[in-house]
């Protein structure tokens, strides 16, 4: 088997919908903002020694050429460890990096566009805050849902908070899995019991962390007990 026919088989067994739903539980979206005394490469080995289940790169101010050379070697260090890397916002860098995934916002490429632009092996996620925009989603392809802010949250100034109650209507309304994002914490993330979620969206919350792998192992636990609950 030559190495395009092992990349397709790696994406559709990543697309597999069980698949999909065990990569919520602990998905580390990474933000170069606390990056200091360890490069990003580093602490994504971290994340990933530590449990996360699914890597978002998501890069908003690196050139093309930076942001696929990052992805190239996420793509590889996520494969190691069996973890779907989904790349945030540009289907150009998912599609050169072999990218197990691509997720889109509201403002971004309509999920149904997406959809016939990556084929039909590559995760999609769609970032929602209504039934509507959810339902939509679903029907034009989307494999899972970012739901939120679900608590207030100073990772994206621009986020739009969502109450539990719309949390709970989008988790009832949709068959494909739903992440929760936004503001979750070590603290917070419990509340998040009884949603419906299959998992939760970390930014600040990992890679802030003093010890990210450590951290992720209670996260990880506590995502799990979440679900469970």
Not at 166 to 173: P, W
């Amino acid at each position: 088997m030559n190495s395009a026919d092992q990349n397709q088989k790696s994406n559709k067994t990543m697309r597999d919908p069980k698949a999909v739903r065990r990569a919520m539980c602990l998905y580390a979206v990474t933000d170069r903002a606390w990056t200091g005394r360890r490069t990003l490469a580093e602490q994504v080995d971290d994340a990933l020694a530590g449990g996360a289940t699914c890597l978002q790169i998501r890069e908003k101010d690196l050139d093309p050429e930076d942001f696929l050379a990052e992805a190239e070697i996420f793509k590889q260090k996520c494969r190691a460890s069996n973890v779907p890397l989904i790349v945030n916002d540009s289907v150009e860098i998912a599609l050169k990096c072999r990218a197990d995934g691509i997720h889109v916002g509201q403002s971004d490429m309509e999920a149904g566009d997406v959809r016939t632009a990556v084929g039909e092996d590559m995760i999609i996620g769609v970032s929602a805050q209504t039934v509507q925009q959810a339902l939509a989603a679903q029907a034009a392809g989307a494999d899972y849902l970012g739901v939120g802010a679900v608590f207030p949250t100073s990772t994206k100034l621009d986020a739009v908070e969502v109450s539990r109650e719309m949390l709970l209507a989008i988790c009832s309304a949709v068959d494909i899995p739903v992440v929760a994002i936004g503001g979750i914490t070590r603290d917070n993330l419990p509340e998040l019991a009884g949603t419906g979620v299959a998992g939760v969206a970390l930014v600040s919350a990992i890679f802030a962390a003093d010890d990210i792998a450590r951290e992720c192992r209670n996260l990880l636990r506590l995502s799990e007990e979440m679900i469970e609950a």
